[in-house]
């Protein structure tokens, strides 16, 4: 995927702008992000909320595995998930109640806490660094939601969508890479896709690497798009060729080079939002 990728001026110039938009961010706007990044409360809870698929259970579940998880990693929740918003609507809730307090929130309460998420995660793109030249982004799935129901070579985004700048994490994320971990199955990840997203200038983009915990993704140089944005599909899916017995880790020095597999790339242009 070496084709297409940014410059370095234009990555250097990125970086600039975000980094400073990003330290003039409060406390509260950190952990918007960081809450919008946690993939367990962003599949669990978020998507289901825009698909109107949750369930109390979802969010009480997510929220209790995630505060699990960030103990077992040693990672200190400053603010537990969703905090800033819940007070809200729970005055009396403090930290050292939290997790007693949430138990009683109703599922309506709940809606109207995700509502106000929402809404501030908006106000914070309102506000963001826009592009002022293209750059390109991409993204892995195991999983081509865009190309197999695109409707006249268009579709828009239905939620906050993550993104990087470094194409071999979509691989990654996409699961292609699974030969360079232990596994055999050559059809493994056949349907799987990299969507190669060139964002046109005007776009408002927030660089969320900063805000990762300290975890093995905290270097995935991710980026977020904005909900509602239209994406124009430039052509359809095509494969090209891609080393799968390289390097046998993200971050491991590169091997020798001997066998290859096609993998799926759909290229498209995030031209609104």
């Known amino acids: 995927m070496s084709k297409g990728v940014n410059e370095k001026s234009i990555i250097d110039d990125f970086m600039e702008i975000h980094n400073k938009f990003n330290k003039s961010l409060n406390k509260e706007e950190i952990y918007l992000l960081r809450n919008l990044i946690d993939g367990n409360l962003f599949f669990i809870i978020y998507s289901k909320f825009e698909e109107k698929t949750l369930t109390l259970e ?93 409707d006249k070579s268009y579709y828009k985004l239905n939620r906050f969508t993550s993104t990087t700048l470094e194409p071999y994490e979509a691989l990654f994320f996409a699961d292609f890479g699974h030969t360079n971990y232990g596994y055999s199955d050559e059809s493994y990840g056949r349907n799987n896709v990299i969507y190669k997203i060139t964002v046109e200038k005007g776009i408002p983009l927030i660089f969320i690497n900063p805000f990762q915990y300290e975890t093995n993704l905290s270097d995935q140089m991710e980026v977020l798009l904005p909900i509602n944005s239209l994406l124009y599909i430039e052509r359809g899916i095509n494969k090209i060729k891609f080393p799968i017995n390289g390097p046998n880790s993200m971050k491991s020095p590169c091997v020798p080079i001997h066998k290859y597999k096609d993998i799926n790339i759909l290229n498209m242009r995030l031209i609104s939002f």
């Open 58 to 150: 979802n969010i009480q579940d997510a929220i209790s595995y995630s505060m699990e998880l960030a103990n077992k990693m040693k990672i200190n929740l400053e603010f537990p998930p969703y905090y800033f918003q819940i007070k809200e609507y729970v005055e009396d809730i403090t930290i050292e109640n939290y997790e007693e307090l949430i138990k009683t929130i109703t599922f309506k309460k709940w809606i109207k806490i995700l509502t106000l998420f929402k809404t501030k995660i908006l106000k914070l793109f309102e506000k963001a660094p826009k592009t002022t030249k293209e750059i390109i982004l991409t993204r892995g799935t195991t999983l081509d939601y865009i190309g197999q129901t695109s």
